[in-house]
């Protein structure tokens, strides 16, 4: 069974641009959340969908968005890009919600400059 | 709110040596916790997880850890490392799988 894939793999933008990523979810999970990674702030949870719904979304600005589509394929956009938004972002995605273990992607690797 | 404490930031041990990484979590009821593996570069790998049932579990690559309520503690442990196992090492308490709340992380180094 194929895992978490992600794309792209890294990305490099500029201020003030938008990005989209995005993350396919192992074949029959339904669930998929998203993470970012730094060195300073470790791992940060974004927001979590589950049958196309966001079900719970963390700490972040506005230009932090997500959807999922009826596939369980999901994308994160970032708009107005800032230097801080530089980061690993990572997807998970799980078979159910409650209490079922979370399959991670590689990340995408972000850079914003 | 839910947290986590990985005390160690960084832990070095001869490889054959036996490894314990602390982790201390907040929660306000029975949690699900988890430890995860991360190799530069990677996404991040499930090494184990607790829900209920027996304090202590088993998970890939030999690890095994220890839930104590009393101590609000899920500490990960190996008898024996390899160079391989050299990597960082989070410590997670979630009320679910999908939200997540995670430790900063320890970073482990193995020597020859």
Known sequence: KAGVTQTPRYLIKTRGQQVTLSCSPISGHRSVSWYQQTPGQGLQFLFEYFSETQRNKGNFPGRFSGRQFSNSRSEMNVSTLELGDSALYLCASSLRVEGDEQYFGPGTRLTVT | ?112
């Open chain 2, 1 to 112: 709110a839910q947290s986590v404490t990985q005390p160690d930031i960084h832990i070095t041990v001869s490889e054959g040596a036996s490894l314990e990484l602390r982790c201390n979590y907040s929660y306000g009821a029975t949690p699900y916790l988890f430890w995860y593996v991360q190799s530069p570069g990677q996404g991040l790998q499930l090494l184990l997880k607790y829900f209920s049932g027996d304090t202590l579990v088993q998970g890939i690559k030999g690890f095994e850890a220890e839930f104590k309520r009393s101590q609000s503690s899920f500490n990960l442990r190996k008898p024996s490392v390899h160079w391989s196992d050299a990597a960082e090492y989070f410590c997670a308490v979630g009320e679910r799988a999908g939200k997540s709340t995670f430790g900063d992380g320890t970073t482990l180094t193995v020597k020859p």
